[in-house]
């Protein structure tokens, strides 16, 4: 088994965002497992433009392992650019994506690396069990059920960050082009020959979570409105129902005239006023997110800007 494994070669591909406290950590345990299983291995970071020590911590590293790889990035793109990136320059057969923060245990990485010679072209990794908030979980719950309903994904939960794709696999996911991704959607959609394996969770070896509140909201809505159109749909639809409401009361006041006396007071026809426009004004702005997404394609930038490679061979 052994001998047959280093015949191939595994790329990890791992974005880092401000994580000098845990880069020494995963390298030393992630380099432990790797070789324990004499697996053929390189190791692609990309910096997506960090402030702290973690671009000197990498290179430090490389000097002592030529198999470790560094992109750093000119300035923050955001998670999703930074795998794309690793993806893009990762030589590996099969390519295996994860955190540093220690959250997906490395001692994960064989059983991921035997499932997927079993003849998969991804294997997602999901979670035994999420330590996560009451709260946090509720929200989570929340957005997959309505990413599900919207648009029919249907991705394995709860989703832990380790998977494994083959050659095959990343290189048709390189020919996804947009700018807005949302990276599980694209993971899915490519889909391919998939299945999943539960691993066990750990807390983050140190520092904090990239994303509060405000950012986990505003990754939901972007994954919500890049993946479906419902939202324009029902937005007429609203409309209709309502412009469908209105002619039934204006009737029903015409007809009511001539049998009764009354007066509609200012109050009613503030709040009918208020009514029309607010949701006229949110539908506007669902209307405008979507073109924010078309102007944002349609400038075709690229993914991501490179300010210097480490140990890597530039693609011309
Ligand atoms: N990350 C990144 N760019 C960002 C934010 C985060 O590359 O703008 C990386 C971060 O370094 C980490 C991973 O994405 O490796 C996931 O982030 P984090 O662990 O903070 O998120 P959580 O696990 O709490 O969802
Ligand atoms: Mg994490």
Known sequence: MNNEQQSFLLSLVVPVYFEEECIAQFISEATTEL?????????????????????????????????????EF?????????????????KGDYI???????????????????????????????????????????????????????????????????????????????????????????????????????IPQRERFAGKSKFNFRRKMELAFNAIFDYSDLPLKLATRFGAVLVAASVFFGTSLFIARFFMEFKLGWPSLFLMLMFGFGTNIFFMGLIGKYIGNIYKETK?????????????????
């Open 96 to 198: 295996l994506y994860m955190d540093p923060d220690l959250q997906d245990p490395p001692d994960e990485i064989i059983r991921f690396v035997n499932k997927i010679q079993e003849g998969y072209d991804l294997v997602f990794g999901t979670r035994q069990e999420k330590k996560d908030t009451f709260i946090n979980r509720m929200m989570s719950s929340i957005f997959w059920l309505t990413l599900d309903s919207l648009t029919g994904l249907n991705l394995p939960r709860p989703l832990a960050v380790m998977r494994i794709f083959s050659r095959r696999f990343a290189d048709e996911f390189l020919k996804y082009g947009e700018a807005n991704r949302f990276i599980e959607g694209l993971f899915m959609q490519v889909g391919m020959n998939w299945t999943q394996i539960e």
């Open 35 to 71: 070789e324990k299983h004499q697996l053929n291995y390189e190791i692609v970071f990309v910096d997506d433009g960090s402030e702290d020590q973690t671009v000197s911590i990498i290179q430090e590293h490389i000097k002592q392992n030529s198999r470790i790889r560094l992109i």
């Open 74 to 90: 000119s300035y923050n793109h955001g998670k999703a650019s930074a795998v794309t990136a690793a993806i893009t320059y990762a």
């Open 300 to 316: 075709q930038r690229p993914l991501f800007s490179v300010k210097e490679f480490y140990n890597i061979q530039e693609k011309a």
